[in-house]
Structure formats: structure tokens, C-alpha cells
């Protein structure tokens, strides 16, 4: 695609050994140590990468935390941390970038702007077990789609990303107890790689600006529900 990247997240350490891949391809890629439940770390992370790169046409929601279990033995705290990283700081972001995006959906060559907020399955189907983050992704899918409406005319796309099991970090911040349930429901089968879902969002991102994905739901293909 050849675009600038920011990076944000809370470890510096990640961010930089990604950004020296990135750069080490012939990329640009800005390192921004931040923690996006801190609406001012959010805005600032925003502000930064606008007076450094110049410009924000695409924007990508994807810090989560995925803390599964019954809602009866849940520690209250495992809520609090999916609903501040989930649903308040993708908000803060995508308030922080909307004016960036609105303006480079108007002076950019592509004419559009982007928005992609990182749901889930767990956004569409909710499961029991599964209760608190199935409420934080069906926000997400609620707030995208009336953004989606109200800035669509003025070009900028809002996509929703919906993966389903991935091979990430995502699972291994659970309890113990819960930890085990998720791997014998995903033993047996082959889960996505992040690169699958970075290809769906970089295909979204790059339609003619007549064309708006404003969906896409990709699961394993051995996953079922
Ligand atoms: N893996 C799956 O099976 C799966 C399925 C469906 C949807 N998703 C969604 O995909 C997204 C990415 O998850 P993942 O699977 O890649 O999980 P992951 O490996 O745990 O990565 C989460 C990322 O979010 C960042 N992050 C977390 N809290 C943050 C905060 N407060 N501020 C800034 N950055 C923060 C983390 O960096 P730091 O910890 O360094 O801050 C890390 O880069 C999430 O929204 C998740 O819900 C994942």
C-alpha cells in the first residue's frame, strides 16, 4: 500500500521491533507509546501522528482485550478493563482522528477516508460464557454502523472487521481455568494468523472511492459457530 504507519500501544518494545521490520521493508513507521483508555494518551496518540506524518487517512481500532467466563464467578475488574479498552478507547480515537479523517477524505487524491474498528464473532453471536465481551464488541458494531451513517456522504468509510479465532496473545491474558475451556474449544482446529486479518483490512482500505466495505466477518474455516 505504501503508506506511513503509526504504531500505538503500551509496549514500547513491541512497537519498536515491529516499526524496524516495517522500516527494514523500505516502510515508514512512527512508534507511539500509548494507552488508549487515557482519553488524553488517545487524543495526544492522534495529535502526534498527524504532526509527524503529516496527515490521518486511515485509521485502525484494534487495541482489545478479550477476558472470558460466567458472569456469576467474574471478577468485576475483568469488565471494567474490557469496556475501558474496548468500547471507551476505541471512542476516544475515532473522535480524536475524525476531524483528520474528514479533511483528508476532502483534500486526498483517494477522495475517502477510513475508519476500520476491529469487532469480533463474538460482535454478531453471543455465547454464554462470553456475556461481557460480546456486550463490548456489539458496541462496537452499534457505534459503527450510526457513524457509518452520519459521515458516509462526506467520504469516510466506517468498516467493521469481524475475526473469529486468531493465534494471538488474545487468549493467554484469561484466568487459568478459563484459559483451558479456550483451548479445548479451538484444539482441534487450524485458527487464522494475524496476517489474515491484516490482508482483509488492507483489502477494505484499498476499494475505488465509489466502493464501501462496511463489513466483513472471517472465520477460520474449521470454525463453526
Ligand atoms: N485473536 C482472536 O481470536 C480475535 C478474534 C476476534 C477479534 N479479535 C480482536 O482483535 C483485536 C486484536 O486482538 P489480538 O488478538 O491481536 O490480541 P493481542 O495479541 O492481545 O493484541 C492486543 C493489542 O492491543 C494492544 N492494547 C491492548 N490494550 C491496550 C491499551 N490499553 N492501549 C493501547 N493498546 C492496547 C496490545 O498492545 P500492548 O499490550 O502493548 O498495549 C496489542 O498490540 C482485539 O480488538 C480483539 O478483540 C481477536
Known amino acids: 500500500m505504501g503508506a506511513h504507519v503509526a504504531l500505538v500501544a503500551r509496549r514500547r518494545d513491541r512497537i519498536e521491533a515491529l516499526a524496524e521490520q516495517l522500516e527494514a521493508d523500505g516502510g515508514r513507521a512512527l512508534v507511539i507509546e500509548a494507552d488508549v483508555t487515557d482519553r488524553a494518551q488517545a487524543e495526544d496518540a492522534v495529535r502526534r501522528t498527524v504532526d509527524e506524518l503529516g496527515r490521518l487517512d486511515v485509521l485502525v481500532n484494534n487495541a482489545g482485550v478479550m477476558l472470558l467466563g460466567p458472569v456469576e464467578d467474574a471478577p468485576v475488574e475483568e469488565w471494567d478493563r474490557m469496556v475501558q479498552v474496548n468500547v471507551l478507547g476505541l471512542l476516544y480515537c475515532a473522535k480524536a482522528a475524525l476531524p483528520h479523517l474528514l479533511s483528508a477524505a476532502e483534500s486526498s487524491e483517494r477522495g475517502v477516508a477510513d475508519l476500520v474498528n476491529i469487532s469480533s464473532v463474538a460482535g454478531r453471536v453471543a455465547r454464554a460464557g462470553s456475556g461481557v465481551y460480546n ?50 474449544r479451538f484444539a482441534d482446529m487450524e485458527r487464522m494468523e494475524a496476517e489474515d486479518i491484516a490482508d482483509a483490512i488492507g483489502w477494505m482500505v484499498t476499494r475505488p472511492h465509489r466502493v464501501a466495505v462496511n463489513e466483513i466477518l472471517v472465520r477460520p474455516t474449521e470454525q463453526p459457530g
Open 135 to 184: 456486550a463490548t464488541k456489539h458496541a462496537v458494531g452499534a457505534f459503527s454502523e450510526a457513524l457509518r451513517q452520519e459521515v458516509t456522504q462526506r467520504h469516510v468509510r466506517v468498516g467493521l472487521v469481524e475475526p473469529g479465532a486468531v493465534a494471538t496473545e488474545l487468549s493467554g491474558h484469561n484466568r487459568p481455568e478459563v484459559q483451558e475451556g479456550i483451548k479445548q
